[in-house]
């Protein structure tokens, strides 16, 4: 783990190789984590990757290897085209704690506000403790929860809404 020689950067839309590998062990090591299931990801054709990353999604590489991602679904309907809501969040559990997770979210926060949005939200598990302390130190407020908002094997899992105001 060399932070020294840690990058984040947006990835393009030919990059699908580089989006499936940390999307896919995202799911494979974290499953609870998301409302994706690998089996949902692992058979889509690269054309389905390539529209996934219509929306902007950030990558942290340490020494070229993906080890971390985010992506901000941004809201099209022009009323609501202040807000985005941050999906995919995933860092590779060695790198866990050791600030690459802020600076990853401040790559998308910096990328929101140049898009003009003012909020970002997000769903967490309930179940997720470490998840919805770093999203509390980072700004982000919880607004409400949904019961029930995943069935993980048979189990209802709450969502925890958190939201963040961005300001310039």
């Known amino acids: 783990m060399d932070l ?19 999307r896919l062990e995202s799911l ?8 994706s299931r690998f089996e949902d990801w692992v058979m889509l054709p690269d054309e389905a ?12 590489f340490s020494n070229s290897e993906p080890v971390g991602i985010m992506g901000l679904l941004p809201q099209r309907p022009r ?14 559990e060695s790198f866990r704690g050791t600030g690459l997770a802020r600076d ?9 506000r140049h898009e ?3 909020q970002l939200e997000l ?10 302390g770093f999203y509390h130190r980072e700004g982000f407020s919880e607004v409400g929860r949904i019961p029930g908002g995943l ?18």
Do not use: N
């Open 4 to 22: 020294e020689r840690a990058l984040i950067r947006q990835l393009s839309p030919d990059e699908i190789e580089v989006f499936r590998r940390i």
């Open 28 to 35: 494979r090591c974290e499953p609870a984590s998301f409302a």
């Open 116 to 118: 003009e949005i003012l």
């Open 123 to 132: 769903a967490v598990s309930a179940e997720t403790p470490g998840a919805i």
């Open 151 to 168: 069935l993980d094997g048979g189990r209802e899992i709450d969502d925890v809404i958190m939201v963040r105001r961005l300001r310039s």
């Open 104 to 112: 990853l979210l401040a790559a998308v926060v910096d990328f929101a």
């Open 49 to 60: 990757w390539r529209r996934r990353l219509a929306d902007p999604v950030f990558v942290a």
């Open 79 to 92: 009323k609501m085209a202040h807000r985005a809501t941050l999906v995919m969040v995933y860092l590779r």
